[in-house]
């Protein structure tokens, strides 16, 4: 069976239907990780969640120690991730409270620890990143998403701005223009990282409002908070349906 991950984002800190086995602290060569580890049941199917931003929910996403997750998650042989994460919507179909499964990525931040490959230990590698996210695995993404009904973006690209802050109108404006249908401060350099240590990696990415200067007024919390709510219950009925796929259990 192949060992699954879920790395949960803003609106997802717990699993509230995870029967926990286990929580671990690991070290790491790269300092420590986000949260425990914790090892529990999801359906019949045990599988790790992680809090990418820390639990209670505290790490700004630039300060995430991506290579400590990532590495943690490899020690506890971990073959599969389902990054589920907040995003902006930017093109048409990405309004809030929808999900996307995105099939590219374009990286806007900067700074951040984003390969294990610059040290004596680990000699320089250049990984292709063609198709960043693994298609085998989305492809079961889409398929459990439409056993349950629920209408998902089957592709998109995905930009990776740094954060904390919001956008300008006009950065998002440059975005579209350069192609990108989501908006998040997250997916990198977690995709590329696990791509370099050989993990399949895709993402479950929920629209929490309309990118800046794609709707009226400011974009505030309580929309944010709203529509994750909405979205977050659907990724909860994905990830059951995944599961229960016969490949999981
Ligand atoms: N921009 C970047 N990241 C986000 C947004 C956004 O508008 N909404 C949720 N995460």
Known sequence: MTKLAIIG?????????????????????????????????LNTTEIVFLARHGNPHTIAPHKINYRANI???????????????????????????????????????????????????????????????????R?????????????????????????PRLESAAEIKRMEIDGCDLVGMTGMPEAALAKELGIDYAALSVIANWGAGKSSGEITMA???ENLHIGMANVAKILKAFLSDTCHN
């Open 9 to 41: 984002g803003t609106g997802l800190t717990q699993l509230s239907d995870l029967k926990i086995i286990q929580k671990e602290k690991i070290d790491t060569p790269y300092g420590a990780p986000s949260a425990e580890f914790i090892t529990g049941k």
């Open 223 to 225: 929309e944010i908070e």
């Open 139 to 163: 492809a079961a993404l889409i398929k459990a998403a439409a056993s349950v009904k629920i209408n998902v973006s089957p592709s998109g690209t995905y930009g990776c701005t740094q954060g």
């Open 71 to 137: 590495w943690g998650l490899k020690q506890l042989g971990v073959e599969q991730i389902i990054a589920v994460a907040a995003v902006g919507g930017i093109t048409n179909k990405m309004a809030p409270a929808h999900i996307a499964i995105p099939d590219q990525i374009i990286d806007y931040s900067y700074g951040r620890k984003h390969t294990f490959f610059d040290d004596e230990k680990h000699p320089l590698t250049h990984i292709d990143f063609s198709y960043p996210y693994n298609q085998q695995l």
